[in-house]
T-cell receptor
Framework: EAQVTQNPRYLITVTGKKLTVTCSQN?????MSWYRQDPGLGLRQIYY???????DKGDVPEGYKVSRKEKRNFPLILESPSPNQTSLYFC??????????????FGPGTRLTVL | DAKTTQPNSMESNEEEPVHLPCNHS???????IHWYRQLPSQGPEYVIH???SNVNNRMASLAIAEDRKSSTLILHRATLRDAAVYYC??????????????FGKGTKLSVIP
């Protein structure tokens, strides 16, 4: 089944404790991205990746890191989480940027709470 | 960056058509108009997208104004499963081979049985 998976789905952590949220897709997509969703603010893009070893900042990159060492994986790293990073996080992927290929497939979400 | 404006909420009766509007007055010539929806407790789901011409697929139709400053997502017969937040999104170009999706606040569609 074609899908985007995220782990963990739920995480409660404390300020300053490094964490990684994994994202994996099995569709051979080139493009992957991370979003966060907060009440009243909608979805905002954190980082995106055009291909292996190519990443760029989205609208709200502060406090986050990403890496793209393999095509299928795009982990989101919070080196020193803070309470303002409490949010619902979504990973997404797509084939490319032209026409139908631009449809993004979203993962199920990771709900993160930083105390 | 080009932004979109949508009503916060709309209601529809089941099995009736629904027209969800979106304004994007600052759209640029290369921006695609995308629609996604998000059902409760799920990730967003692609609905439809277009550039200039009206588009139809199995889920919905997209009507784009001639000046491209507004568009309308049309659900031909709303079902209870269509109750979701609908996002109108502009996909711009930012450097060769890259893209950016700018999500609006979305319209929460309620479907009344």
């Amino acid at each position: 089944e074609a899908q985007v998976t995220q782990n963990p789905r739920y995480l409660i952590t404390v300020t300053g404790k490094k964490l990684t949220v994994t994202c994996s897709q099995n569709m051979n997509h080139e493009y992957m991205s991370w979003y966060r969703q907060d009440p009243g603010l909608g979805l905002r893009q954190i980082y995106y990746s055009m291909n292996v070893e190519v990443t760029d900042k989205g609208d709200v990159p502060e406090g986050y890191k990403v890496s793209r060492k393999e095509k299928r994986n795009f982990p989101l790293i919070l080196e020193s989480p803070s309470p303002n990073q409490t949010s619902l996080y979504f990973c997404a992927s797509s084939f490319g940027t032209s026409g139908r290929a631009n449809e993004q497939f979203f993962g199920p979400g990771t709900r993160l709470t930083v105390l | 960056d080009a932004k979109t404006t949508q009503p916060n909420s709309m209601e529809s009766n089941e099995e009736e058509p629904v027209h969800l509007p979106c304004n994007h007055s600052t759209i640029s010539g290369t921006d695609y108009i995308h629609w996604y929806r998000q059902l409760p407790s799920q990730g967003p789901e692609y609905v439809i997208h277009g550039l200039t011409s009206n588009v139809n697929n199995r889920m919905a139709s997209l009507a784009i104004a001639e000046d491209r400053k507004s568009s309308t997502l049309i659900l031909h017969r709303a079902t209870l499963r269509d109750a979701a937040v609908y996002y109108c999104i502009l996909r711009g170009a930012r450097g060769a081979g890259s893209y950016q999706l700018t999500f609006g606040k979305g319209t929460k569609l309620s479907v009344i049985p």
